[in-house]
């Protein structure tokens, strides 16, 4: 399905109000579908690899996670003493044979991650007592706050849960940053190619939620040899165009002329929104 949306060919739906609308704003507007379709996909990652990111994104060194056994998704637990809401439903639930980790997912564009919705995700997890002699995480990703205010809810989250081991918060974008990390083999391990292939799709789903997945830095800009540029510089004159000779020049000889008429052309064809940017920090 989400090749069928990424290539255009997955069509369009009937909306409440009667409206068309299509599987792309669809699949950008559920957090179900984005968790499917990027952790879906990391049960499937090479141990070494899974290892590297869930250590990454909850900030440890232990455990290893280089022992994953199954990822449940959406899973439904009974919350005792909670007149609200009796059945707790946390978005993912990664087991390794040595840790457990709870996921709540939120896209770019959805609702905000809130401290109440952890806890009882992690109170009812706790009292189900599944697994309960392994150590238990808890991770949520996408639409955090501010990161003193993650650091206080993940100090209420450990005094309020004992047999919580740790807990942390990401906004996406660290989240692909480190995908694309791994892409261009700049973290500790290798993937291998079956792990390329599947960061690959998970970048691409990633676009869908304009996410940066290019692996651009302003350092990328500043070791890149170019030549010095003043005020002066020819290139920058935007002087008239010459008359066109009554003879074809030769092939090979003609020179392109540039002018900012000819950079202006081309920033207005790649436009690049403050909402592109925004989007990167969610």
Not at 102 to 127: T, V
Not at 156 to 170: H, P, R, V
Not at 182 to 192: Q, R, V, Y
Request: hydrophobic content about 40%.
């Amino acid at each position: 399905m989400l090749q069928a949306i990424l290539h255009g060919k997955a069509g369009r739906i009937d909306g409440d109000k009667g409206q068309s609308i299509s599987w792309r704003e669809v699949f950008k507007g559920r957090e179900d579908l984005m968790t499917a379709a990027v952790f879906g996909r990391f049960a499937y990652l090479s141990a070494p690899v899974q290892a590297t990111l869930m250590q990454r994104w909850l900030g440890v060194t232990e455990p290893a996670f280089d022992d994953f056994e199954q990822i449940d998704f959406w899973p439904s637990f009974s919350l005792a003493n909670n007149d609200d809401r009796n059945r707790v439903e946390p978005d993912a639930v990664l087991n390794f044979a040595s840790a457990t980790v709870i996921l709540e997912i939120k896209p770019p564009e959805g609702g905000d991650q809130y401290i109440d919705q952890w806890q009882r995700e992690i109170a009812s997890y706790l009292q189900a007592e599944e697994r309960s002699q392994l150590p238990l995480y808890f991770l949520a990703i996408g639409r955090i706050p501010n990161r003193v205010t993650v650091l206080q809810w993940c100090d209420t989250l450990k005094q309020d849960n004992e047999g919580l081991s740790g807990s942390n918060a990401l906004a996406w974008q660290p989240v692909i940053n480190d995908i694309l990390a791994l892409d261009k083999g700049t973290l500790a391990c290798e993937p291998n190619q079956q792990d390329k292939r599947i960061i690959a799709d998970i970048l691409h789903a990633a676009r869908l939620y304009q996410l940066k997945t290019q692996a651009y830095s302003w350092q990328t800009l500043l070791d890149h040899p170019l030549p010095r540029l003043s005020l002066q510089q020819a290139l920058l004159q935007d002087t008239p165009l010459t008359k066109v000779s009554a003879q074809p020049a030769r092939a090979g000889t003609a020179k392109p002329l540039r002018q900012w008429r000819d950079l202006l052309a081309f920033t207005a064809s790649h436009s690049l929104s403050l909402k592109d940017i925004n989007t990167w920090n969610k």
